[in-house]
């Protein structure tokens, strides 16, 4: 997908349908085709191993077979699937039948001939779980087939899959467990130093995701083939993927692992020219016009990370929420977002813009109308709404909460935080029978649409 066009997207994950059956999906498809939205923008599709984030997940190419429920696919076709999936699609079902079977403990803490992958004892449980082994690798094959279902269900009207990939992968999945030469992790096969961030605009102390650090030198004497074949994978189910924490392509802040927040820790240099140059290769990126990639690249922000962006012609993010300060050269203020960006009302990680804004104290309430020129309290909202599609982003992306008005109950993650987030769904009778044509006007009256006319 280039960004030579001016587009809209809804950003909604599949869990917050009313349900993720094949109907309801194709009924939000018809929704977004009514309303000229040309992006729907979801979350990672991984497997989360507690509770219901997508940013920790079992494998970087399994996808959660409950977002496919039901799903019925024509197994002739399983065999040579699985073979062409092998590099990850085996380990992976050992992974879960063992987690399975081992209480859900952590690869860590199971067996030492189990943990450590003796060839003898895996070839062993290969033949007595051979049934169960089977059972996993199927219901990923009919989830894969269901997804290639909808991306096709989506192109016949005009719309492209926007994905998102974490930076980083969990530390018990099955990508670490069966490649642990390519992650900073000590004999046992426990992580050394882990990702996060420093302090910054969402938490005082920073943010410990817990996730184990490449092997960088590893990875590159493997020519990123593991990187490769994970971007493949995802280009399998997505027009675009976005790289969540691009700025961990230059650098990552790396946490000693006994440390219990990010507060301490030390930025650790990573290979991303080389990194991104090895997937160009892999996906013809010349041929397509560019990397199919964009890059998230908020928080702290040095020369080298938009250095790297603007080398691969990736288009970065900005955040109108994040606009309203007396700094002239905020990147997020909407006279600054130019054509390769897309820009959002919020994201998955910020409060709802209603919730948000009856949460400003009254000297902000007065800098965000100052700077949004709005002198009616009640309007701000939409006038975030407004400015984002406004403005000279090539992509504006609403959150579906933001559409539909709603506030920090419908919040769907607040970092930091354990308990209360990725629940929210909507309900088919919140889509009001006008919603679909006010915004086909509205992004109509932008020139966000590409062939839909006014009805």
Same mark, same amino acid.
């Given at each position: 997908?280039n !960004?030579?066009?001016?587009r809209?997207g809804?950003? %909604?994950?599949?869990?917050s349908?009313p349900?993720?059956? %094949? =109907?309801?999906v194709?009924r ?6 009514a ?7 979801? %979350?990672?599709?991984?497997?989360p191993l507690t509770?219901?984030s ?5 494998s970087?190419?399994?996808v959660n077979p ?5 799903a019925?696919?024509?197994m002739?076709?399983?065999?040579s699937?699985?073979?062409?999936q092998?590099?990850w699609?085996?380990?992976y079902?050992?992974?879960?039948v063992?987690?399975? =079977?081992?209480g ?8 030492r ?6 060839a003898?004892?895996?070839?062993? !449980?290969?033949d007595?779980?051979?049934?169960a ?7 990923q094959?009919?989830s894969a087939?269901q997804?290639q279902?909808i991306?096709a269900m989506?192109?016949t009207?005009?719309? #492209?899959?926007f994905g998102?990939?974490p ?6 999945s099955a990508?670490?467990?069966?490649q642990r030469?390519?992650?900073l992790?000590?004999a046992?096969g426990h992580s050394t ?5 420093p302090?910054?605009?969402f938490s005082?102390?920073?943010? #410990? ?5 490449? &092997?960088?030198?590893?990875?590159r ?10 971007? #493949? ?5 997505f027009?675009l ?6 700025r961990?392509l ?8 006994h440390?219990?927040t990010a507060?301490h820790?030390?930025?650790?240099e990573?290979?991303?020219a ?6 160009s290769q892999?996906?013809g990126?010349a041929e ?9 690249d908020l928080?702290?922000?040095?020369p080298?990370v938009?250095?790297? #962006?603007?080398q691969?012609?990736?288009p ?6 994040f606009?309203f300060d ?5 990147p997020?203020?909407?006279? &600054?977002?130019h054509?390769d960006t ?8 910020n409060d709802?813009?209603l919730g948000?804004w009856?949460a400003?104290?009254e000297?902000?309430?007065?800098q965000?109308?100052q700077?949004l ?5 009640d309007?701000?909202?939409?006038a975030m709404?407004?400015t ?5 982003a090539?992509?504006?992306?609403l959150?579906l ?9 419908a919040?769907?993650?607040t970092?930091?935080?354990?308990n209360?987030?990725w629940g929210w769904r909507?309900?088919?009778?919140a %889509?009001?029978?006008?919603l ?13 649409c590409?062939?839909?006319?006014t009805?």
């Open positions: 997908m !960004f030579d066009a001016r809209a809804i950003l %909604l994950h599949p869990t349908l349900s993720c059956a %094949l =109907e309801d194709e939000w498809l018809d929704f977004l085709h309303a000229g939205v040309a992006v729907w923008q979801m %979350l990672p599709l991984g497997i509770g219901l997508p940013y920790q997940c079992a970087a190419f399994a409950a977002l496919f429920p039901g019925r696919a024509d002739r076709g399983f065999a699937w699985r073979k062409k092998r590099h699609l085996e380990d079902a050992r992974f879960m063992i987690k399975h =079977e081992q859900g403990a952590p690869w860590t803490d199971w067996p001939a189990l943990r450590d992958r003796d003898q004892v895996l070839a062993a !449980f290969d007595s779980h051979a049934d082994l089977k059972a996993v690798m199927a219901e094959y009919r087939v997804g279902h991306r989506a192109a009207r005009g719309i #492209r899959m998102d990939m930076i980083f992968v969990a530390h018990d990508d670490v467990w069966s030469h390519l992650f992790l000590d046992d130093v882990v990702a996060g961030v302090p910054d605009y005082e102390t920073g943010q #410990r995701w817990g996730n184990p650090h490449y &092997n960088w030198e590893a990875m004497s493997e020519g990123f083939a593991w990187w490769r074949a994970r971007l #493949r994978a995802h280009f399998e189910w027009d993927v976005r790289i969540d924490h691009f961990g230059t650098a990552a802040w790396a946490i000693p692992a440390e219990a507060i820790g030390e930025w650790i990573s290979p991303g080389a990194l991104l140059q090895a997937i892999e996906i990126a397509l016009g560019g990397l199919p990639l964009v890059a998230e928080g702290i922000i040095t080298d938009t250095a790297l #962006r603007h691969f012609g990736l970065g993010m900005a955040v109108l929420q606009a007396h700094h002239a050269d905020n997020h203020r909407p006279e &600054n977002v054509p897309v820009y959002y009302t919020g994201t998955h990680d709802t813009t948000w009856r400003l104290p000297h902000a309430r007065h965000v109308m700077q020129g709005v002198p009616d309290p309007a701000v909202p939409d709404i407004a984002v599609l406004e403005s000279r090539a992509l504006a992306v959150p909460q933001d559409v539909l008005h709603l506030g920090s109950e919040r769907m993650n970092p930091g935080t354990d209360g987030n909507f309900e088919w009778d %889509l009001a029978p006008d679909a044509p006010r915004l086909l006007q509205q992004l109509q009256k932008v020139h966000r590409e062939s839909q006319t009805p």
